[in-house]
């Protein structure tokens, strides 16, 4: 497992937002007036949620969300070709951007867990469990206290800060085994709720509501994931939620940030399935030093 992010270009960015063009490595926006955050899929529901928000009370301007991915977003904001690149990594993790030129703005905390199809009647798996089973070492339910019935790995493609966290947390330095790989959680979440023997990993974010019906999350070493045990790092695969700028951006996107960080977004932060920066009682640095907040 390196320890920067590479980025894959998928098909995931290409599309008309608006008036603007996301087109594999550019965005052409259309009047100053648009703020345009690209990249994480995990982060997606809360910044278009806010992005609503923010609208009703900014006339004139607006603010559009895509995904794409954070490796698009920390390489699409490098370049300039939009205003927020939406990451679950530090830029600094990531090969090929210049995190100097960048200001990190962490809005948000996600944690990742575990999924599998409801078929499956283990409940927790040990870390080490975890591990085999994403290297390929372990390819039957049975081997972990399940049922005689075979393993379908389910990842998230290269570029996905999701995938990035997991295998950080997960894997120590093991190699994941080639699989089904597919472009954001929402895609994700439907697979693997509708595939018996299926297994993957989602946001918290992703874990509940209608659209998670099918799906379970797994404990591990008998850790549940839940908020609780993010905020003080009993559960470890968790990551900030980063809007990354350039250092002097404009007005309005200072002005949506600022609002996706007010207090009057905890609330809602909470609701969707995050966890308030504020609210946690440790911190963690790009090279995962985990540390008692002040």
Do not use: C
Not at 227 to 233: A, E, G, L, Q
Not at 251 to 258: F, G, R
Request: glycine fraction near 10%.
């Amino acid at each position: 497992m390196k320890g920067k992010l590479y980025l894959a270009v998928g098909s995931s960015v290409a599309l008309v937002l608006a008036g603007g063009l996301v087109s594999g490595g550019a965005v052409h926006a259309a009047s100053d007036s648009r703020v345009m955050a690209v990249g994480s899929t995990a982060l997606q529901p809360l910044a278009a949620q806010a992005a609503e928000m923010f609208g009703e009370k900014h006339a004139g301007v607006n603010v559009v969300v895509q995904g794409g991915g954070s490796g698009a977003g920390l390489s699409q904001v490098g370049k300039g070709g939009v205003t927020i690149g939406n990451s679950d990594i530090f830029a600094s993790q990531k090969d090929g951007v210049d995190a100097k030129k960048l200001k990190d703005h962490k809005v948000a905390v996600v944690g990742i867990a575990p999924v599998v199809n409801d078929d499956i009647k283990v409940k927790s798996l040990t870390m080490d469990q975890l591990r085999d089973i994403f290297s390929g070492k372990i390819t039957n339910w049975k081997d972990v206290g399940g049922q005689d019935e075979k393993i379908v790995l389910i990842n998230r493609a290269q570029g996905s800060g999701t995938r990035f966290t997991f295998e950080h947390e997960v894997m120590n330095g093991e190699d994941t085994k080639t699989a089904q790989e597919q472009d954001d959680n929402g895609a994700v979440q439907k697979i693997v709720s509708k595939t018996p023997g299926a297994i993957s990993y989602l946001a918290f974010s992703y874990t509940s509501g209608p659209n998670a019906k099918g799906l379970r999350t797994l404990s591990i070493d008998k850790v549940s994931p839940t908020d609780k045990n993010v905020r003080s790092n009993k559960w470890q695969i968790w990551a900030y939620e980063h809007m990354y700028t350039v250092k002097k951006t404009d007005k309005n996107t200072k002005a949506y940030i600022k609002f996706v960080q007010s207090s009057a977004m905890k609330k809602t932060i909470k609701k969707l399935g995050y966890i308030p920066v504020s609210d946690m009682n440790v911190v963690k640095s790009a090279d995962g030093d985990v540390k008692k907040s002040k």
